[in-house]
């Protein structure tokens, strides 16, 4: 808990109470970097029709276009439900500090979101999930990889 | 493999392979409804400085707009490499029917991707993970899910 600032899940959890108010999912999140919020972001999967719209990614697109850098090394979350794990994905990718939530994934489940499905889901190999999954051999697939592994002027991430 | 279709990964591919030309990340992806393919998706974090633009969550978000629907049911991916994490995890958040990948989370890591090391931090419990993660206790967090719970007129996903 040790940097812990109450104010910024104050701002999280204010978020989520708001979005319900104008039709959105009950979740939000903040971005903080040198103890100042730098980037809002609340659930609008129905709102604007995209299913990939939750807070966490929302607000990690806002800090990532502001600070104009894909890398939020240096930054923490703070988000009014434990992560789901296309979110957490997102973190483990912006490469963000520290995460601090507040309700948990049992507690989302409890009103109706699959957090923790899959989160069962992504424990288990891909043969036996219930999206079916089909490794196929292409023979040029691994082209793009090789081009990339040899590439000298590429900017890795 | 039943309903495979070697052009739909084929297309995946090509746009894995034009995207290293042109500065991206070596990955590519397609959705498919009823035969056609609705959206294209490469990777475009450098590019956009964007995290969460992998091929898969673009596409995703270009099919979705085209749809005007969060919900993809009735879609399939095809994807040049095994979604990782975070577009398994939207993957499932916009019902999208089947997966079919070609390139490994292996193949991945073995030209410097994290999808296998961030596969295996879902796998286990939060205090465990390489990002600290804090569940705090804040007493209206779950307010907002009170209020959804209880909503009437919202519109689930």
Redesign the interface.
């Known amino acids: 808990?040790e940097n812990?600032n109450?104010k910024f899940?104050?701002e999280a959890?204010r978020l989520?109470?708001e979005?319900?108010?104008k039709?959105g999912?009950?979740?939000?999140a903040v971005i903080v970097k040198n103890g100042k919020i730098i980037a809002r972001g609340v659930n609008m999967?129905?709102m604007l029709?995209?299913?990939?719209c939750?807070a966490e990614?929302t607000a990690?697109?806002e800090a990532?276009?502001k600070?104009?850098?894909?890398?939020?090394s240096g930054c923490e979350i703070y988000s009014?439900?434990?992560p789901?794990?296309?979110?957490?994905?997102?973190?483990?990718?912006?490469?963000?500090?520290?995460?601090?939530?507040?309700?948990?994934k049992t507690?989302?489940r409890?009103?109706?979101f699959?957090d923790s499905?899959?989160?069962d889901?992504?424990?288990i190999p891909?043969e036996k999930r219930k999206?079916?999954?089909?490794?196929?051999?292409?023979q040029?697939?691994?082209?793009?990889?090789k081009?990339?592994?040899e590439?000298t002027d590429?900017?890795?991430?």
């Open positions: 808990m812990y109450e899940m104050d959890v989520s109470v979005n319900v108010k039709g999912g009950p979740f939000g999967v129905t029709n995209d299913p990939t939750h990614v990690i697109r990532s276009g600070l104009n850098n894909f890398d939020l009014s439900c434990e789901c794990p296309m979110c957490l994905g997102a973190i483990y990718w912006a490469r963000i500090d520290k995460i601090y939530f507040a309700n948990t507690d989302a409890n009103i109706g699959d499905f899959i989160y889901e992504m424990k891909a999206i079916p999954t089909v490794k196929v051999i292409h040029s697939a691994i082209e793009a990889f081009n990339w592994d590439k590429k900017t890795e991430y």
